[in-house]
């Protein structure tokens, strides 16, 4: 088991199994330099994935509590030099479709700014994902990102219950989710949403009202999930502490099953109205 970033634990891996003396684990608490964060050997494809994956960075300061991003690749945002994702990019020999795998791509407005500058004469296609309230103040991302050759954003609205919204630390508004699509869209481009259900506010109307205002909304597609409090995260350490789990079978933990006993429905409701949903 290879436990935090591999570009300094996998080697040593490799290295004792070629002398047969693999351990159990492999730990790294460091966060490499995203300077020294080596480039994909795309040469060595036989076939090319359908999507072609493209990091620019890693970290997520946003610290939302049911999410796994800062616990696995810390909170400090960590930026790969322009110039490097560009000649990544540049390796991909396809046209169309590249997905640009950063939780956000909007951390810092400047950085993403600069990087659909100089990705407008590649020509490619390609998705990201972006952070409401950023891209609702900065329209300029928006323009900026279709002349870069984007076609869709994938935006995590989570949930349409503002009290579950800041319960959980994000810090942006319901009433922002219509204004946000039909920006994206009058700029040639999709909106693919992310929601969750299962949060404390959740009731079991929750379900019907998601789908209706996804409809309303315009979005081009979406994604329902189950709420997951996944080891590590602020809402296991709040479910664990008021006895809410309800079981630790792991390969449940996948987004479609329920594993604490939610506040507002019994976990049958809240798996059986999902499924209709999802």
């Not at 996804?214 to 350490?237: C, H, M, R």
Request: charged share 25%.
């Amino acid at each position: 088991v290879v436990i935090g970033e591999a570009e300094t634990t996998f080697p040593r891996l490799l290295k004792d199994y070629e002398k047969n003396q693999l351990k159990k684990f492999y730990y790294s608490k460091e966060k490499i330099c995203p300077e020294n964060i080596p480039l994909p050997k795309r040469e060595v494809e036989e076939i090319y994935p359908l999507i072609a994956g493209v990091q620019t960075s890693r970290g997520c300061p946003y610290n939302c509590k049911f999410c796994t991003l800062a616990q696995v690749n810390g909170a400090s945002y960590r930026a790969i030099p322009i110039k490097k994702v560009i000649e990544d990019i540049n390796r991909i020999p396809r046209k169309f479709l590249i997905m640009i795998h950063d939780s956000s791509l909007t951390i810092s407005t400047e950085y993403v700014k600069q990087l659909f500058k100089e990705m407008i004469s590649l020509k490619k296609k390609f998705m990201c994902y972006g952070s409401i309230p950023v891209l609702i103040e900065n329209e300029e991302i928006i323009e900026l990102s279709k002349k870069a050759g984007c076609i869709y954003w994938a935006l995590g609205f989570e949930t349409i219950t503002q009290k579950s919204l800041n319960e959980v630390n994000k810090n942006y508004k319901v009433e922002q989710y219509g204004r946000i699509v039909k920006k994206i869209k009058q700029n040639g481009m999709g909106v693919f949403g992310s929601f969750v259900f299962g949060f404390d506010h959740d009731t079991p109307d929750v379900f019907e009202t998601t789908l209706q205002k996804v409809q309303s909304w315009g979005i081009d597609a979406a994604e329902f999930n189950i709420l997951i409090p996944f080891p590590g995260t602020e809402i296991y350490k709040t479910f664990e502490e008021q006895g809410r789990i309800l079981h630790k079978d792991w390969s449940k933990y996948d987004l479609q099953h329920v594993v604490f006993q939610p506040k507002n429905m019994t976990p049958e409701e809240l798996f059986n109205l999902s499924l209709i949903h999802i």
